[in-house]
């Protein structure tokens, strides 16, 4: 005879591992951090060579970052900058207005720069390469930043500020790319074509 008593105790110990298994997996992804770029202590520099005689030197000052930080699972991490194209400093107006024009960054039509990242590689206990997708002058292309943790935990001025209450993170990230493979300029801005990158940040838990 069937016995419907145990088939009943059956499914719902299946349910109940499944809703179980669910929790758990949910639970795994809530355990995300999420940080934001604080605007005050982000530097997005880039530099270059002027014609092989110097170097020049320049920055965004105006980005937003997130970061969802996985620390039980790194290559799950994933981070997304918007930089304000028309925040371009270089300490001398007229090369900003030059770099803001049609002949270079063109920010009137192109007035973010972005990047997403793809994938997260875990190179040692405090760094990592983060590959992703940059979109500049209206041109995406994929460039992998060279990243160090500098800081995780509690702010060192928090103890004074309440602003620096909570959790930070902070990274150093370096990337070089060629400037012309996304149409900004029609010359090498040096011997090499290259453009360095480098980015500080602290950011501020969210979540």
Do not use: C
Not at 82 to 94: E, N, P, Q, R, Y
């Amino acid at each position: 005879m069937y016995n419907f008593s145990m088939a009943l105790s059956k499914t719902k110990g299946l349910a109940t591992g499944v809703l179980l298994a669910f929790i758990l997996e949910t639970g795994a992804a809530v355990a995300a951090e999420v940080y934001k770029f604080d605007q005050g202590h982000t530097e997005i520099g880039f530099g270059w060579s002027h014609a092989g005689v110097s170097m020049q030197h320049g920055e965004f000052i105006k980005a937003e970052g997130t970061l969802t930080l996985d620390p039980e699972k790194i290559e799950a991490s994933k981070i997304s900058v918007t930089i304000d194209a028309k925040s371009v400093s270089t300490g001398v107006t007229a090369l900003d207005t030059h770099l803001k024009s049609s002949d270079f960054l063109d920010v009137e039509k192109h007035p973010t720069i972005s990047f997403q990242s793809t994938s997260v590689t875990k190179t040692g206990a405090a760094s990592a390469d983060v590959s992703g997708d940059l979109t500049l002058h209206g041109v995406t292309k994929p460039v992998t930043l060279k990243v160090k943790l500098t800081h995780r935990g509690s702010h060192p001025v928090g103890q004074y500020i309440a602003h620096y209450k909570g959790s930070w993170v902070a990274f150093a990230a370096e990337t070089v790319i060629n400037h012309l493979e996304f149409g900004v300029g029609s010359y090498p801005a040096g011997p090499n074509d290259k453009i360095m990158i480098k980015i500080n940040t602290e950011m501020k838990y969210q979540q």
